[in-house]
């Protein structure tokens, strides 16, 4: 059997292949998926490694276009682009991985209502009208999972402690989801929740370089 490892500093990734979402690592090895930001340039840096080093990389694949040509452009490879590793388990799989502590916001499953779950990386700018009307239409109370600290509604509960277990949890959980993120999108899909998604300017410009528009 192939030895698979990750090159990514996302613990959520790392869960995708190893199976538990406990913690994740940068490690290189014989197989490995490149999943994330300035990632591409860190393993273009590996490639160019000159002796041993370089020769432990049997296959390399990356997510995005723009990644490949990275690393096409640095180390002179011509990589795969592959499957994000969040897509790779099923919402059953990623469910056995999930937690809500006490405390945490209830699910419609106990309540009946539930909550519109919130996750932005970037400033909400053109969702935020979007999570006001949805929050007035609905009566949900809105939960943010805090990828920025800028609220994204006035009486938004902010949740500021989640792990990787708790993050999918919220997914889980939540009746609605408002995102501005690739993987936001991806655990709505998973978890089949009705969601509405915002892309930055820099994906509008250059589409065929979005993961996110190409999951959409």
Request: aromatic letters at 8%.
């Amino acid at each position: 059997t192939a030895q698979v490892d990750v090159v990514d500093k996302n613990p959520l990734m790392a869960a995708a292949v190893y199976g538990n979402a406990s913690g994740g690592k940068i490690v290189a090895g014989k197989h490995p998926f490149q999943t994330g930001g300035q990632l591409p340039v860190y393993l273009a840096f590996l490639l160019l490694q000159p002796g041993r080093l370089r020769q432990q990389f049997s296959h390399v694949g990356v997510r995005e276009t723009q990644g490949k040509q990275i690393v096409r452009e640095a180390a002179g490879r011509d990589v795969p682009v592959v499957l994000d590793p969040t897509l790779l388990l099923t919402a059953e799989q990623w469910s056995g991985m999930a937690n809500m502590p006490e405390g945490y916001p209830v699910g419609a499953h106990e309540d009946g209502r539930g909550y519109i779950l919130c996750y932005c990386i970037n400033k909400p700018g053109a969702l935020g009208s979007y999570i006001q009307q949805l929050a007035e239409e609905t009566g949900l109370p809105v939960v943010q999972l805090c990828g920025i600290r800028q609220k994204v509604h006035p009486n938004a509960r902010c949740i500021l402690d989640a792990g990787p277990a708790e993050f999918l949890g919220l997914f889980k959980n939540a009746t609605y989801v408002c995102t501005n993120s690739f993987h936001g999108t991806v655990f709505s899909v998973q978890f089949q929740k009705p969601f509405f998604t915002a892309v930055a300017p820099s994906e509008l410009a250059a589409p065929e370089r979005s993961r996110t528009f190409s999951i959409l």
